[in-house]
């Protein structure tokens, strides 16, 4: 199993990213998705689930500016970036939750700054 996370990047404070996470090896539509992340210096922390069923979750900081979704068919989760702030730099990562089973990819930097 492989999770390839891209779509990071540098990006002015109140602009957009999306992140995507393409899986490999298995596929997704049995599992939890999970975005993450890490910012310098501090802890990795959760930011957004989506369920199999395609229930959401969002961490308090960026409810009503990210949105998860899953795209089943092209085996791949998202993570669109709104409205982003400083404090939003971090290294991304996404993880598959299924059963007793996880999977990390290897992360995304996202740079917010003017």
């Known amino acids: 199993v492989q999770l390839q996370a891209s779509g990071g990047g540098l990006v002015q404070p109140g602009g957009s990213l999306r992140l995507s996470c393409a899986a490999s090896g298995t596929m997704i539509s049995s599992a939890v998705m999970v975005w993450y992340r890490q910012a310098p210096g501090k802890q990795r922390e959760w930011v957004a689930t989506v369920s199999r069923a395609g229930s959401t979750g969002y961490t308090d900081s960026v409810k009503g500016r990210f949105t998860i979704s899953r795209d089943n068919a092209k085996n791949t989760v998202y993570l669109q970036m709104n409205t982003l702030k400083p404090d939003d730099t971090a290294v991304y990562y996404c993880?598959?939750?299924?059963?007793?089973?996880?999977?990390w990819g290897q992360g995304t930097l996202v740079t917010v700054s003017s």
């Open positions: 993880k598959m939750v299924r059963e007793s089973s996880e999977y």
